[in-house]
């Protein structure tokens, strides 16, 4: 009888935890968006101009991570519901301000008490403390890869990146 060899075990990694979790959370969320007439990236984009008080087109391209083209389908998508509007700067007529409307707001609060029931279920395995600190702990590490991304891009372009 051959015995299997002695492996050495990788420190525990996160990622297919991360998104196995990811997945399961992205399948129920799309369930609940879908009756809202919401994507995700909708989902996505509303909440930064909420939380953001408005934005460029370009900037909100650059924080959501889409290049011009995906961004404008998106803004036209949300601009056909009257979820939220573009106008034309008024410091540089080249440039367009986008914001959230009543519209918008009101969706995107519909969607969040919704999203709410879909991550107590998908986290029902942590109490409201671990919770917590589940929160903190990717929000660090989101802020982490945020300015790493910023630096990175400042680097390699000569135009000064828009984080």
């Known amino acids: 009888m051959t015995s299997l060899p002695v492996v050495n075990q990788p420190p525990h990694r996160c990622g297919a935890l991360l998104d196995h979790l990811s997945r399961r959370m992205r399948l129920r969320a799309e ?4 009756p809202l007439g ?3 990236r909708h989902l996505l984009a509303l909440t930064v101009l909420r939380d953001q008080g408005g934005s460029t ?3 909100l391209a650059s924080t959501l991570d889409m290049d011009g083209t995906t961004i404008v389908g998106l803004l036209n998508d949300l601009e056909a519901d009257n979820l939220a509007e573009r106008r034309r700067s ?7 301000v986008v914001e959230l409307t009543d519209v918008g707001a009101k969706k995107l609060a519909k969607a969040e008490f919704a999203l709410a029931a879909v ?3 998908v986290l029902a395995g942590l109490d409201h ?6 929160y903190g702990l990717l929000q660090q590490a989101t802020t982490t890869t945020e300015i790493a991304a910023c630096a990175g891009a400042a680097d390699e372009s ?3 990146p828009a984080c």
């Open 129 to 134: 403390d671990e919770r917590e600190q589940l």
């Open 119 to 121: 991550e107590d279920e």
């Open 57 to 59: 087109q370009r900037a």
């Open 31 to 34: 369930s609940v968006l879908a």
């Open 90 to 96: 008024p410091e540089d007529r080249r440039r367009h």
């Open 158 to 160: 000569p135009e000064p």
């Open 38 to 40: 919401l994507r995700p």
